[in-house]
């Protein structure tokens, strides 16, 4: 017992600081794999069936809300097309470096952590498909996290509602930058850390990626602020902040690569 | 199958009960039932124990538990440490868990799978990994005490059904 309590101990200390194991995990992964499928098997069915047995007037109707959403959103990108265009050249008036365009690769969530204190989600994508560590998550709707751990054919998430996950952000109406860090207690919101009273934001205010630390790109939405405590007695302000991204919806998610 | 190797057989039966746990624990459930979930690998290791001493010890429950650990993506060892202090806990209790009814097996079981959680808990803390000041991740020792009559009742089955030994 004593062995290989200190067995456990050397590698989780070696797991946890260093990272001698990976190859050992990575190894090890490609047994416990297909198990993440098969727990998964029941949702992937039911999803199959359900798009293979739709009425014909259902897929009718969807075709039709789903060519006039293409039409709105084509509108909209000619604009932003535009808009783009007219940035780029704005920003070589000012010598910046131009904004690169990333490239995205969907995946779909297989799994969950089953440990009620963190958030991190499995992804099918691994290794095979060129996914990295740091690697940064989105969904339809804004930042999800990032990649944590690679194995062959699957890839840990941590969702930026962790406590451990912090994001640089900017609040997209005035630019100031902050952290927003996921919390102990709930899981589902950001707070922003070390807001002092006189920093302007207020409730509504939409959060960005700031871009800083170089993980994550600029200019992806994180969050909208949804309260703003101002304690006489704390010396910095509370501010609560629900992300954007369906982190306990989506199911399709986007690998982003430079 | 010849009669000097018989001693021991079913080994296929053990591991398949075992994968069986893995994958009800990694099943996906809603967030509410997250921390409700019965620790089913562990309820499968201290049944193993308790009925074949001689053959599923503490080695076999680190195996199975650093196979957890790369499953649920967690602390390499963390699993592996728990799973293996309550085999060597259910190791020492066997023969008194043999002759418990059945309440006195699930406030035991209560037992070694609250040690079970707390072991992991305070390694987890000692990680930093998260420092909730409350007892949420005790419920799954509750959950894990109340359904291990039926545990218990489905292994039984299937040890005398294939004749595991």
Not at chain 2, 9 to 20: A, C, F, P, S, Y
Not at chain 2, 56 to 67: M, V
């Amino acid at each position: 017992m004593l062995g290989l309590a200190l067995l456990s101990m050397i590698m989780m200390l070696a797991d946890s600081r260093f990272s001698y194991l990976s190859q050992v995990r990575f190894y090890a992964s490609y047994l416990v794999t297909p198990l993440h499928w098969l727990a998964d098997s029941p949702r992937s069915i039911s999803d199959s069936v359900n798009s293979n047995l739709q009425s014909r007037s259902y897929l009718i109707g969807e075709n039709q809300r789903l060519k006039q959403q293409l039409l709105q959103q084509q509108f909209e990108l000619q604009k932003l097309e535009h808009l783009n265009a007219e940035n780029i050249r704005l920003n070589e008036l000012l010598n910046a470096s131009s904004i690169v365009d990333e490239r995205v690769v969907q995946a779909q969530l297989t799994g969950e952590s089953p440990d009620p204190f963190t958030k991190r989600v499995l992804i099918n994508k691994g290794s095979v498909h060129d996914v990295y560590i740091g690697q940064p998550v989105i969904d339809a709707f804004g930042l999800m996290g990032q990649i944590v751990d690679v194995e062959p054919y699957a890839s840990w998430v941590l969702l930026i509602t962790d406590p451990q996950h912090s994001t640089p952000i900017q609040i997209n109406r005035n630019g100031n930058r902050a952290i927003a860090s996921g919390t102990q207690d709930s899981l589902q919101r950001l707070v922003l850390n070390n807001i002092s009273d006189t920093f302007d934001v207020v409730v509504g205010d939409v959060l960005v990626t700031s871009g800083f630390g170089g993980r994550f790109p600029a200019g992806y939405p994180v969050g909208v602020v949804s309260n703003v405590l101002h304690d006489p007695g704390e010396p910095f302000a509370t501010v609560t902040v629900e992300p954007t991204a369906q982190l306990e919806r989506s199911r399709n998610v986007l690998l982003l690569f430079k | 199958m010849g009669p000097k190797f018989n001693k021991h057989h079913g080994g296929w039966i053990i591991l398949g009960t075992l994968v069986l746990a893995a994958l009800f624990t990694v099943l996906p459930l809603p967030d509410w039932l997250e921390a409700y979930r019965p620790e089913w690998v562990a309820l499968v290791v201290i049944y193993w124990v308790v009925a074949l001493p001689d053959r599923i010890g503490l080695f076999s429950a680190w195996i199975t538990g650093f196979f957890m650990d790369v499953l649920e993506g967690s602390l390499l060892g963390l699993n592996a440490l728990a799973l293996a202090l309550v085999a060597y806990l259910a190791l020492s209790l066997y023969q008194r868990m043999r002759m418990f009814t059945a309440i006195q097996q699930s406030s035991t079981i209560l037992i070694l799978v609250g040690i079970h959680q707390l072991l992991s808990f305070w390694v987890l803390t000692a990680n930093s990994q998260n420092t909730a000041p409350n007892l949420i991740f005790m419920i799954s020792a509750l959950s894990s005490a109340i359904i291990w009559p039926f545990v218990f009742l489905a292994l039984r089955y299937i040890r005398r059904t294939f004749n595991v030994a």
